[in-house]
Structures are given as structure tokens and as C-alpha cells.
């Protein structure tokens, strides 16, 4: 009976070590996971930042560019009006070139 006892008692906390194991397992896969997850966010976050900032970069280049051509645009058309106005001018008057 004695020996009985002891085997149950010797079972029981077999059973408790490996409850114990187990519950600590998970805890501290659900943190490993946890700390993966947030090792990734923080990741993402800076590659999104660095893409964003690229990317205003270039529009930025690409604005600029875009606003030299339009003014160089508007001078040509500026030019061309004042040339196409004389021109006319000239015409009306009985002026040839």
C-alpha cells in the first residue's frame, strides 16, 4: 500500500512538472512570438518610411523639373507671341519680310 502511495504521489507531480513544462512553453512561445511580431512591425514601419521619403524625393525632383519646363514652355510661348504679334503687325501694313 505504502509503495502504492508513493507511486501515486510520484505520478502526480510528473503530472505537475509536465503541466508546469508545458504552461511555460507556451508563455514563452507566445512572447518569442509577440517579440517577433513586433521586431517585424518596427521593420515594416522603417522600410514604409524610407520608401515614402524616396518617393516624396522624387516627386519633389519630379515637380521641380516639371515647373522648369513649364516656365521655359511659357517664355517660348511668350516670345512666339510677341514675334507672331509684330508679324501680324507687319502684314497689316502692308510690310513684308
Known amino acids: 500500500m505504502e509503495f502504492e502511495s508513493a507511486l501515486d504521489s510520484a505520478k502526480a507531480e510528473v503530472s505537475e512538472a509536465k503541466r508546469r513544462t508545458m504552461k511555460e512553453s507556451s508563455d514563452w512561445a507566445e512572447a518569442a512570438r509577440s517579440s517577433a511580431i513586433d521586431q517585424a512591425n518596427q521593420i515594416a514601419a522603417r522600410r514604409v518610411a524610407e520608401a515614402r521619403a524616396e518617393a516624396e524625393a522624387e516627386a519633389k525632383k519630379i515637380r521641380e523639373e516639371g515647373e522648369s519646363a513649364l516656365m521655359e514652355f511659357e517664355s517660348t510661348i511668350s516670345r512666339r507671341r510677341t514675334e507672331a504679334a509684330a508679324f501680324a ?9
Open 89 to 97: 503687325a507687319s502684314r497689316l501694313l502692308g510690310e513684308s519680310k
